[in-house]
């Protein structure tokens, strides 16, 4: 065994989720490799229990705006539940939201430009494509929720190695019953999130925030390896 880094290792440390995207659209030729890739994912007993809708162009746009409808209106419809808790998880993600409010010059009081932030989320970055990954309801979700969890690792990092750029967007499943409803799906499929990607653009500040991550010992407890 070795313990040299490989070009995959770069490729894990490099990825970052972009907030701002060119409009350029990626070669569909590109997107299927892309999508190919992720399809090499694991899952349990190799079910694959992954439904993925990737959406460009005209129907891209009509989603994001039954999106911006919704979240005017009110009309959330997650399938399922949201809580970071009241402690260490809600404060990281508070101290995420700082670090990128900061970054686009929004402050704690501008109530309106939290609020076009969150417009923006909903128009996918300016991302040209995006995929909804939707999963069945087997048992409580989360042994499937899992598998998309590694499905979409994979997804994100072969776009990276691509050179190409992504953000998963959790808020994108809070309006599922739109994106169900433009897509034509029944309700028996859940939509867990969705993946902006295309090219970041690189004038914008906001993709050079690098988020803080917990050193190694904050999360991992190693038994049996030696120093």
């Known amino acids: 065994m070795t313990s040299t880094t490989t070009p995959f290792v770069d490729v894990i440390r490099s990825r970052r989720s972009a907030r701002k995207f060119l409009p350029t659209p990626l070669p569909a030729s590109d997107i299927r490799a892309v999508l190919e890739d992720a399809q090499t994912a694991p899952s349990n007993s190799n079910t694959q229990p992954w439904e993925v809708h990737v959406v460009s162009g005209a129907l891209r746009d009509a989603i994001s705006d039954e999106l911006l409808r919704a979240y005017e209106d009110g009309r959330e419809s997650a399938d399922f539940t949201f809580d970071y808790g009241d402690g260490t998880y809600l404060e990281r993600s508070r101290a995420h939201g700082a670090t990128l409010y900061q970054a686009w010059g929004i402050g704690r009081s501008d109530v309106e430009g939290r609020r076009e932030v969150v417009r923006d989320n909903l128009r996918f970055y300016g991302a040209p494509h995006v995929a909804f990954l939707f999963m069945p309801k087997l048992g409580d979700g989360v ?6 969890g590694m499905y979409a690792q994979t997804l994100l990092l ?3 190695a691509r050179g190409y750029h992504s953000i998963p967007q959790t808020i994108l499943g809070m309006y599922a ?5 433009a897509l034509g799906l029944s309700d028996e499929l859940k939509l867990l ?3 902006s990607f295309g090219t970041a653009d ?3 500040p906001v993709n050079d925030v690098h988020m803080h ?5 904050e999360s991992v ?3 049996g390896v030696a120093d």
């Not at 042994?143 to 998309?148: F, K, W």
């Not at 019953?177 to 409803?181: E, P």
């Not at 991550?213 to 010992?217: E, F, G, I, K, Q």
């Open 143 to 148: 042994r499937t929720a899992g598998d998309l």
């Open 158 to 160: 072969s776009l990276t």
């Open 177 to 181: 019953d739109v994106v169900r409803d």
């Open 193 to 195: 999130f969705g993946i």
């Open 202 to 204: 690189p004038a914008a």
């Open 213 to 217: 991550r917990l050193p190694l010992d």
């Open 221 to 223: 407890v190693l038994h």
